[in-house]
């Protein structure tokens, strides 16, 4: 039998890692979600579902992927049906690969379809800051013009993904290891240099505007406005940008040996994206809206907030064009090292379940991605700039279908699996020793947790 493809250095993982859960989340989404869900009263539910979900979970989707990894499946499902037949029988166990396995390919094939566009936004929006394109020009309508031109929506998103496919073709060590190793240092370096510049933002427009006070909004904590609302797009957040739920991380976690560490190595993947989430990430939109735009337009930025605030900050700002540059480039580096992630799921599973050559795999899904992203720019909403069908995507997948197949991970990967399995294999070969009073945390209180959310959330829905 052919060997399966590895990761060729522990470095080499890690960044993949990283690059997995660093992405658009980190820079685009985190602050608009913060900033529309009240700032202050965003961390606190925040960080409850960081050390209630996120890290339990990165666990879990790490176990599953080493576990079914050395079957030699990439894809989920049979990995969840080899978990789920430790407490069941195999023809039980089949339902719950089978949901899984589905829930799985929903959730990636949805948010790519308009994930990638907005990775195609960056490296249009990076090109228009080197040209100074929509320098002197109102951001909104810059942003509505570049849209509505579907050639060249086409040229940068199509571009982007054809380049995800020959990187993904290249394979896992070979493609994927060295595309990230040069893409995450280059990420961390702009992103400590915005937040250096953030950091010295005063406001020219109006002195009580200064970018120290986009850090208070989002650091002071205000307990009385959490609300369910708010405690859910937290937990979605969590999920969005750890990359769980999504059946990513086990697709990169099959690709180790049976002994490697996943206990740190998880851990790891966590303190990376929050270092880039709260510490870079929060640093650099909020404050620089709040010294230009002021708190209102700062807060209400939504979607925009990367897209449209920020360029009308950089064009009069001094050095701009570049900074600007700087901007869009992480933007597009960060949502790249992530979508090849998604890409490389779907692209194994053609070449481990239906034996298809990885390069031709590559090209279907180019092909195939192409198609899933027709809706976002055949949207008549965009005219507007509503873009009704990327908002309400990016709420139901991105805060709702992503914490329903977390709930399934659980339920599989811990409960049918049973959860001293899990924890037997939480610690093959690990570096370290997870302190014992994680474990009912990961076995109950994660669970409890999520099915609250989604119950509250879903009144709150039909309210
Ligand atoms: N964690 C990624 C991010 O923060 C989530 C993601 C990965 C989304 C891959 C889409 C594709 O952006």
């Known amino acids: 039998m052919e060997q399966r493809d590895r990761w060729a250095t522990k470095l080499g993982l890690i ?141 940068f998103w199509g571009l982007s993904v054809a380049l995800l496919g020959i990187a993904v073709g290249q394979g896992v060590s070979k493609g994927i290891e060295r595309w990230v190793k040069v893409m995450m240092p280059a990420l961390y370096v702009a992103a400590i240099l915005l937040v250096l510049r953030s950091l010295t933002l005063g406001s020219p427009v109006k002195p009580e505007w200064s970018s120290i006070k986009g850090f208070e909004f989002l650091w002071e904590p205000r307990f009385s406005e959490v609300t369910f609302k708010s405690a859910l797009a937290a937990a979605g957040q969590i999920f969005f940008t750890l990359s769980l739920g999504m059946g990513i991380i086990q697709n990169y976690a099959s690709y180790l040996g049976p002994e490697d560490d996943v206990a740190l190595s998880g851990l790891a993947t966590v303190s990376l994206n929050e270092f880039a989430e709260v510490i870079l990430g929060g640093s650099i939109a909020i404050p620089i809206a709040f010294a230009y735009l002021g708190p209102e337009k700062a807060i209400a930025g939504g979607v925009g907030l990367a897209y449209i605030a920020l360029p009308n900050v950089f064009m009069r700002m001094p050095g701009g064009q570049l900074f600007g540059a700087v901007w869009f480039l992480l933007l597009w580096f960060a949502g790249f090292t992530s979508a090849i992630a998604m890409y490389n799921y779907l692209t194994a599973l053609l070449e481990e379940d239906l034996k298809i050559n990885r390069k031709t795999g590559a090209a279907i899904v180019f092909i195939l991605y192409l198609i899933l992203g027709l809706p976002v720019v055949l949207d008549p909403t965009k005219a507007t700039l509503d873009l009704y069908y990327l908002t309400e995507l990016d709420n139901w997948v991105g805060s709702y279908l992503l914490v329903v197949l977390g709930l399934f991970d659980i339920i599989v990967a811990v409960w049918l699996f049973k959860p001293d399995n899990f924890w037997e294999e939480l610690h093959k070969g690990a570096y370290i020793k997870v302190p014992g009073w994680i474990k009912p945390i990961i076995v109950y209180i994660a669970p409890i947790y999520t099915i609250i959310l989604l119950l509250g959330s879903t009144r709150d829905y039909y309210k």
């Open 15 to 155: 960044l993949a890692m990283a690059g997995n859960a660093i992405g658009l989340g980190n820079f685009w989404r985190f602050p608009y979600q913060a900033a529309v869900n009240g700032g202050g009263a965003f961390m606190i539910p925040y960080f409850v579902a960081l050390f209630l979900l996120g890290v339990p979970i990165m666990w879990v989707e790490w176990v599953t992927g080493r576990y079914g990894g050395k079957y030699g499946h990439g894809t989920l499902g049979p990995t969840f049906y080899l978990m789920a037949r430790e407490s069941l029988k195999p023809r039980s166990a089949v339902i719950f690969g089978m949901i899984g396995g589905m829930l799985a390919f929903s959730v990636t094939t949805l948010l790519n379809s308009y994930y990638l566009h907005i990775v195609g936004w960056s490296a249009a929006y990076t090109y228009f800051s080197i040209t100074g394109a929509y320098f002197g020009k109102d951001s909104v309508e810059f942003l509505l013009g570049y849209l509505s031109n579907n050639m060249q929506v086409f040229i």
